[in-house]
């Protein structure tokens, strides 16, 4: 399987200079090139490096692997691109945001992602510094940080190219590990993982206790964004919006580790007590909670895909079974005898059968429901 490992790069103001200037440069190039590709309607890579190799190295300064990458850019951008628009994502031939989309050539933004393979960049695990190309030589000695998990991952599996990119001033390098796939056990029963949003994920098993993990730290942090939002969208003026998109993404940031906390603990539970994982289908997930009108606001319904996206690679790398289930009635099913009815929940927190009188916390109740699904799909689909 492939994992992104993402680490933070500490340069020197001087190194952070020249990476600046380097990433600037392959990214002007890569719109000098957009531009071209656009108005001779040249896109494949090969067709492209025949008509502009030369003059990227030149005008723009880069070394050949770097312009080679700059071209690749570009091919694999437009190929994007026109993926999207034969698979009608940017809507039907005519319409105005397809033509919109199709009249102008691609843009770079200056810290936008540049590749770089290994003869542009190597890694030092020991002393953690990378040594990497720039438009002023190569620069050795700049140092990186990363967690001991990502460390060991990076030395043992890291493979092919890694993209160089800036973050609202923050260096990062983005590097594709290459691990084996690790066979699936086994499991020995199913923990339902139930997700909402005052608590983001829910875990029990077929009959067991059920272990909330609480969404309020989160809700609490997403509602002060909201309120600082609302204050610097009423602005309109450039530095708000600069400082609004800063805020959405430390925002995406804090709910991308309190997810990374979440999946980890659902997924170390399960490895240790021989479990599988059941999920609700993210599709479905969605669905069921645009009906939520109050929470609207509170939803980011792409941190639901990202939880059960980290749910999903870290069972694989542990080898913990994995089934995605049907969500529909999860919530209003009793985990008891099965009797569905709306009126089984008579708010929020609260499940209360009324055909058998089972009551439990709903969310609890619902996790039940998912980990009992999860445990016929493995069944219908290992029957063999
Ligand atoms: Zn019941």
Aim: glycine content about 8%.
């Amino acid at each position: 399987m492939k994992l992104v490992v993402q680490v933070r790069l500490l340069p020197t103001p001087e190194q952070a200079a020249a990476l600046e200037a380097t990433l600037r440069a392959a990214n002007d190039a890569a719109t000098w090139v957009a531009a071209l590709a656009h108005t001779q309607r040249v896109f494949r890579n090969y067709d492209l490096r025949r008509h502009v190799y030369g003059q990227v190295k030149d005008r723009y300064g880069l070394a050949a692997q770097a312009a080679q990458h700059v071209i690749k850019k570009v091919a694999d951008a437009y190929a994007t691109l026109h993926a999207h628009v034969r698979n009608g994502n940017l809507g039907r031939p005519g319409s105005a945001r397809r033509e919109r989309v199709l009249a102008r050539p691609i843009v770079f933004r200056p810290g936008a992602a540049q590749p770089f393979d290994d003869r542009c960049l190597s890694w030092r695990m020991d002393a953690r510094t990378v040594s990497i190309w720039t438009v002023g030589g190569r620069m050795k000695g700049v140092a990186f940080t990363a967690s001991a998990d990502q460390l060991t991952l990076l030395a043992a599996h890291r493979k092919g190219e890694s993209d160089l990119v800036c973050r609202d001033g923050r260096w990062f390098l983005i590097a594709t590990c290459d691990l084996p796939d690790v066979p699936v056990r086994a499991p020995d029963g199913f923990v339902g993982v139930d997700l909402g949003i005052a608590n983001i994920a829910t875990t029990a098993t077929g009959t067991g206790d059920g272990v909330r993990h609480s969404g309020k730290t989160l809700n609490a942090v997403r509602h002060r964004h909201r309120e600082l939002r609302r204050r610097l969208q009423a602005k309109q003026t450039k530095s708000a919006r600069r400082l609004l998109k800063k805020r959405r993404r430390k925002e995406a940031r804090f709910a991308a580790d309190i997810n990374h906390t979440i999946a980890k603990r659902i997924v170390t539970e399960a490895a240790r007590t021989g479990r599988g994982i059941a999920l609700e289908d993210l599709q479905g997930i969605r669905d069921r909670v645009r009906l939520r009108k109050p929470q609207r606001v509170t939803l980011h319904s792409w941190s639901f895909h990202q939880l059960g996206h980290f749910i999903a690679y870290k069972a694989a790398r542990a080898g913990v079974a994995l089934v995605w289930v049907d969500p529909a009635y999860t919530s209003q099913a009793c985990s008891a005898c099965g009797h569905v009815a709306k009126n089984n929940r008579p708010d929020q927190e609260t499940f209360a059968c009324t055909s058998c009188g089972f009551a439990e916390h709903a969310d609890v109740n619902a996790a039940r429901n998912i980990a009992a699904r999860g445990e016929t799909g493995w069944a219908v689909s290992h029957a063999a």
